[in-house]
């Protein structure tokens, strides 16, 4: 499935498989590019790599069930009626709910996604600084758009009405206080880097110069929750990586050479 440049509407699966006409550049992928190597990047392109397997665990269903039931309502998630996922029926459902582009959650565990979201949205409705986040926009709006000859995507879990904020929601086994995570996920995360993408792609197909806020939120009681902007100076930055991973995109596949590490003994110092 191939879609021009533009806002779409679309699942997750058929976003990440790549929906751009060539071979686009994700905030995820720049991110493998510049913290690893071009070779992992490679590696990890649905369009790219002849046996690329999307990565699925368990371990993320929580907060992904969460996320799915937050911004999409109910219709995002497959509650399986099983003890957990051994037996082959329960096998077939999973494996049928994310075929679909939907998360695949067992009974006992959706009580905890219900106590999640309704705390998320609790604290939400307290939050003092306008727009509201999640609210008053549409969900998992993907852009398309062209940095020259490269194509580049992204998917915004909540673009506002009047494309004026862009909120992206996050989950966190660790914590969500805003000094500890602007420390270190965001960076380490390439979150940083996401930003850059989501206000570009914005920026190209509109001209809107929007802003952009984190919503994170923990995975275990009370389920606090925070929201995290990014100053001037990170967005600064951040648009400066944006666009060396677009210029090592392009360099990599005009080209066809997509290196690893360094040929060379590398020292410590």
């Not at 790549?18 to 913290?35: E, K, N, Q, R």
């Not at 998320?120 to 062209?146: C, T």
Request: hydrophobic letters at 45%; aromatic letters at 10%; charged letters at 20%.
């Amino acid at each position: 499935m191939a879609v021009r440049e533009g806002q779409h509407e679309m699942a997750a699966t058929d976003y990440h498989a790549d929906p751009a006409p060539g071979v686009s550049l994700s905030a995820s992928i720049a991110h493998v590019l510049l913290s690893q190597s071009p070779q992992h990047a490679w590696f990890a392109h649905p369009k790219l790599n002849p046996a690329y397997q999307p990565e699925v665990d368990d371990k993320f269903d929580l907060g992904t069930a969460a996320h799915a039931l937050l911004l999409e309502g109910e219709a995002g998630c497959v509650i399986v009626e099983a003890q957990d996922w051994k037996t082959n029926d329960a096998k077939k459902k999973k494996a049928a709910a994310r075929a679909a582009g939907k998360v695949p959650l067992l009974a006992h565990r959706w009580a905890d996604v219900q106590a999640m979201a309704a705390a998320a949205v609790r604290q939400l409705d307290a939050h003092e600084d306008p727009p509201r986040p999640l609210a008053g926009g549409l969900p998992e709006q993907a852009l398309i758009w062209q940095e020259g000859d490269v194509w580049c995507r992204a998917r915004l879990d909540w673009l506002h009405d009047g494309q004026i904020m862009v909120d992206d929601y996050k989950t966190t086994g660790g914590t969500a206080n805003p000094d500890a995570w602007t420390r270190g996920p965001i960076f380490a995360n390439g979150y940083d880097l996401q930003a850059a993408f989501y206000l570009r792609g914005l920026a190209v197909l509109f001209g809107i110069e929007a802003g952009f806020r984190f919503v994170v939120q923990e995975t275990y009681l009370p389920y606090a929750l925070a929201v995290i902007g990014l100053g001037a100076d990170v967005l600064t930055i951040a648009e400066k990586k944006r666009r060396h991973a677009v210029e090592a995109w392009r360099y990599c596949l005009q080209t066809g050479r997509w290196p690893g590490y360094p040929t060379r003994t590398c020292w410590a110092e």
